[in-house]
Nanobody
Framework: QVQLVESGGGLVEPGGSLRLSCVASGSIFSFNTMGWYRQAPGKERELVALIPITISSGGTIYADSVKGRFTISRDNAKNTVYLQMNSLKPEDTAVYFC???????????WGQGTQVTVSS
């Protein structure tokens, strides 16, 4: 079972940037898609960005609230998925979770989460 470990969260001022990393303990090709989700206090977990693993490029999906500000990418050789977050807003404050989804069997793998706080 491939484990996921996130890093890169922290405290940043509005308008600032952060890059989150999600390192898989095995090949990311174990998954059909990988993505970033977030959960703010008192709210449900929501999809932020998704990237297909089974195609060479394209197919990324973003929540409307982050389009144009966040970019998801992957490094196959490093078994790592990134989330570059620019122009951060206070409403981006949440715990961010990395997810890997395997269609066969409907298997989901989750990281432990990393806190992102946007505040002046």
């Amino acid at each position: 079972q491939v484990q996921l470990v996130e890093s890169g969260g922290g405290l940043v001022e509005p308008g600032g940037s952060l890059r989150l990393s999600c390192v898989a303990s095995g090949s990311i090709f174990s998954f059909n898609t990988m993505g970033w989700y977030r959960q703010a206090p008192g709210k449900e977990r929501e999809l932020v960005a998704l990237i297909p693993i089974t195609i060479s490029s394209g197919g990324t999906i973003y929540a409307d609230s982050v389009k144009g500000r966040f970019t998801i990418s992957r490094d196959n050789a490093k078994n790592t998925v990134y989330l570059q977050m620019n122009s951060l807003k206070p409403e981006d404050t949440a715990v961010y979770f990395c997810n890997g989804y395997k269609a066969k069997g409907g298997f989901n793998s989750w990281g432990q989460g990393t806190q992102v706080t946007v505040s002046s």
